[in-house]
């Protein structure tokens, strides 16, 4: 059975900082880019980020761009967002993906 479980949410004030983390189980978590994507109350999740299966490719969405870095770590099967100069605006609950899976999320909220 395939869990990814997403840890490292909070409560932080705009210009802080949070680490996500997403582990993996039940899948050769090598063998998969993953992704985090994030939704805002009233609005669609979006994508915030993805990494390769080696790591060494990233893409960001622009909001997030020069803030956020994501990254892996494939003997210990989990994936990270380090997230700085967080914004208001990010506030979300963030999801963690690998192929079709799907994590359940964890609560960011960032105060102003």
């Known amino acids: 059975q395939v869990q990814l479980v997403e840890s490292g949410g909070g409560l932080v004030q705009a210009g802080g900082s949070l680490r996500l983390s997403c582990a993996a189980s039940?899948?050769?978590?090598?063998?998969?880019?993953t992704g985090w994507f994030r939704q805002a109350p009233g609005k669609e999740r979006e994508f915030v980020a993805s990494?390769?299966?080696?790591?060494?490719?990233?893409t960001y969405t622009d909001s997030v761009k020069g803030r956020f870095t994501i990254s892996r770590d494939n003997i210990k099967n989990t994936v990270y967002l380090q997230m700085n100069s967080l914004k208001p605006e990010d506030t979300a609950v963030y999801y963690c993906?690998?192929?079709?899976?799907w994590g359940q999320g964890t609560q960011v909220t960032v105060s102003s």
């Open positions: 990494i390769s299966r080696s790591g060494g490719s990233t």
């Open positions: 039940g899948l050769t978590f090598s063998a998969y880019a």
């Open positions: 993906n690998a192929n079709t899976n």
